[in-house]
């Protein structure tokens, strides 16, 4: 009987390691499978990384040449800037000299003139233009025009000249 209980015993052991085994057998082809699974997703995975990383660096080059592109050309504004400033001074400059020179010519022809006569003409101008005219005159002839003024007007134009260049209407601002 002990015999009979040892050979049954080794039956139902054998048994179970015959059935552990194919089991074993099962699960290593499912795994398998996994395995692939697992290594296709890695490759597609790497593959998108690739792609990704190579888009990347395409627009990061892009980027960097706009940005050359646009130092560029604002480098170009700034040296157009710097020009128009220039001849913005230059041009300001000539007008000076121009305002300079008409007003020298017009002080010339009030020194010429006889007193009547450019008294006649101040009175008719509004009193900034005749204190304009007046300012560049010498003194002595500012006050023989003067005399042959109307008084009213003399004193309009004499309060200007008192408040100095630049000579302005009454209702605008001095600059």
Known sequence: MKRLWIVALSTLLYAETIDCTKVFEERKSELLKEVEKID????????????TNALFEKQKASLKAKEAELAKTKEAIEEKERRIASMLDE????????????????????????????AAIIEK???????????????????QIFAKMN????SEITQRLKKGPPFVEDNQTKE
């Open 91 to 118: 041009n300001k400059k000539l007008l000076e000299l121009v305002e300079a020179k008409k007003s020298e010519k017009v002080d010339e022809t009030y020194v010429k003139m006889k007193d009547g006569a450019a």
């Open 125 to 143: 101008l509004p009193p900034h233009e005749g204190a304009s005219i007046l300012f560049g005159l010498p003194a002595k002839k500012i006050s």
């Open 40 to 51: 296709e997703a890695r490759q597609s995975f790497e593959a998108l990384q690739a792609a």
């Open 151 to 154: 008084p009213q007007t003399a």
